[in-house]
């Protein structure tokens, strides 16, 4: 089945440092890719969405230069939190799905954000 | 606005007893209706979808679904369930406009399995 491989799966950092988390469509093209947030025991929160060689579409209430996402190929996305602060802390997972709107999204495992 | 509900934040269960994990939605036109299931700190594992045709569907481990468009809903049942089927289980809701339509989450529901 589909894959995706997102990186790393865990992060502790201190505040104000970035950080660079990479998701990776391993065996498909991923047309669209999504970035979601989830706090604990709660649904997920769309962050933004991007299409391959486009600038991405941000929800509103997130900082797009706060929440740095690249597209670059039909199978990377990369989300960069640029000066990270505690409050930035948080569960982040990516999702990419094939051209097609009737084809499911697949989730990558996520990444766990601490900051100090 | 488009919505999706899942009214139970947990279900228990028996194992081996039937389970049925409600979902209800609110969208306009007519929707791609998905179940996903999530172990804890693990992204999402897709389970099943409706796109058209018979109102039930099966999916993976076991768990199938059942569309019924009068009432909006599409509850994710399994005839027998495990232990290991114990998860937070999402609902979602893509309406197909254009190519990057969004899912719409429910809240999520606990299904507890006990043995």
């Known amino acids: 089945g589909a894959v995706v491989s997102q990186h790393p799966s865990w992060v502790i950092c201190k505040s104000g440092t970035s950080v660079k988390i990479e998701c990776r469509s391993l065996?498909?093209?991923?047309?669209?890719m999504f970035w979601y947030r989830q706090f604990p025991k709660q649904s997920l929160m769309l962050m933004a969405t991007?299409?391959?060689?486009?600038?991405?579409?941000?929800e509103q209430g997130v900082e797009k230069d706060k929440f740095l996402i690249n597209h670059a190929s039909l199978t990377l996305s990369t989300l960069t939190v640029t000066s990270a602060h505690p409050e930035d802390s948080s569960f982040y997972i990516c999702s990419a799905r094939e051209g097609f709107p009737n084809q499911p999204q697949h989730f990558g495992d996520g990444t766990r954000l601490s900051i100090l | 606005a488009q919505s999706v509900a899942q009214p139970e934040d947990q279900v228990n269960v028996a194992e081996g007893n039937p389970l049925t994990v409600k979902c209800t939605y609110s969208v306009s036109g007519n929707p791609y209706l998905f179940w996903y299931v999530q172990y804890p700190n693990r992204g999402l594992q897709f389970l099943l979808k409706y796109i058209t045709g018979d109102n039930l569907v099966k999916g993976s481990y076991g768990f199938e679904a059942e569309f019924n468009k009068s009432q909006t809903s599409f509850h994710l049942k399994k005839p027998s369930a495990l232990v290991s089927d114990s998860a937070l289980y999402f609902c979602?809701?893509?309406?197909?406009?254009?190519?990057?339509?969004?899912?719409?989450f429910g809240q999520g529901t606990t299904l507890q399995v006990k043995p």
């Open positions: 991007s299409n391959e060689g486009s600038k991405a579409t941000y």
């Open positions: 065996d498909f093209q991923a047309t669209t």
């Open positions: 979602a809701v893509r309406v197909p406009s254009g190519n990057t339509g969004k899912l719409i």
